[in-house]
């Protein structure tokens, strides 16, 4: 399956003067696969290390000396002779192994034509003593779930997804009624590539429904292994609220919601833990549209996401029936599904994202987007019920700005806003006219 991201990775090989690359990201979207098959389409030669597996390998940096020795010990252990610029190594899970990162700051000083990549959630380094992060001598790259246009790709519907990015509106018009049908099994599988590919293979949705509450079970598992004891239940009761906190008209995550008569400082660092994995995604609340976003930032309020709508459909335990021939699925649970696709599909762009609301009033606006040096206000509506006012308000408000709605009205340009259907919101900002 095609990744947007192996075009990251070909810009990251053909720079002069590369560092090592620390691909990232949360268990199981597709780490692995991706690493073997540009190592194996890109290079002469592929040096694949797991540390999780090859005990041998993780004692050669465990062990340490220099970069030149560590190569001569992994060629004797692998029989790939890593040769600058025509082999890549890739060592994966390094988060157990982290004196493997720590040595990335020697190979960016001593041995620069040497490609590395090194891939994993980088879960539990922060509690190895001793063990520095190599600041300034590495690159990083994220890699996400697969979002909507990868979906289309992985169903054999490249030309959709290049007319979605491109947006043609005319023709997307004509091809609504399958776009529709194709982002209800989105809704369903998500994007965790081993859903995807079942999907795909199979067409079998209680195999794919199987494999989404797998790997819920695997996230769990991590929890016990790689978090402080004492945290292990906060997190799972944190992971286990965000579908509710999402179903519910707050105006930021309710720690009571988790815990009866629960504060910030019991779930902080349960919270944390779950962004550092890359599990949950924390989008903070701005209380003034301006930015920099960061200068305006309310640190008291914000709401979790987690990483895919296919995962939280698991846990919410909802019916395939009712995402793929239900008629409300995109308004159920209040919008909590769209919300939440729309983030990820933006999120997978790398796009910082922020949210606006007031406690005294009705208004608020579901994400603010920072684009160019612009500010472009989102607004979420999971069908085509578009009433409610807070966006019109809100330009009317500032009106040196031009909204954006995501809805399943068709594409429109109104003077203070343009509506995007759902399914094309991965339609780049700089095709939308007034946007920029």
Known sequence: MERSIYNKLIEWKNK??????????????????????????EYKKLAFFSLDRNQKAAEVFEKGGTTADILMALYAISQVDITPNDTLMVLDEIQDCPKALEALKFFCEDAPDIHIIVAGSLLGISLHSGVSYPVGKVEELRLYPMNFIEFLDAMGKAKLASILKEGNWNVIKLLETELISLLRQYYYVGGMPAAVLAHVEQKVLQEVRSIQKQIIQDYRRDFSKHAPDREVPRINMVWDSIPAQLAKENKK????????SARAADFELAIQWLIDAGLAYKVQRVNTP??????????????LFMLDVGLMGAMAETSAESMLVGDGIFSEYKGAFTELYVYTQLKSQDIPLYYHAVDNSTIEIDFLAQWHDRVIPIEVKAEVNVKAKSLR????????????RYSMLPYKDQDWMINVPLYACLTSFDKLPGII
């Open 393 to 404: 308000t809100f330009i009317t408000n500032n009106p040196e700005l031009k909204g954006l």
């Open 16 to 41: 002069q003067n590369h560092k090592p690359l620390i691909l990232n990201g949360a268990r199981q979207v597709g780490k692995t696969y991706i690493l073997q098959e540009f190592g194996k389409r």
């Open 253 to 260: 995550f309710i720690y009571g919601a988790v815990k009866k």
């Open 290 to 303: 301006r930015l920099p976003f960061k200068f305006y930032e309310d640190l008291n309020a914000f709401k």
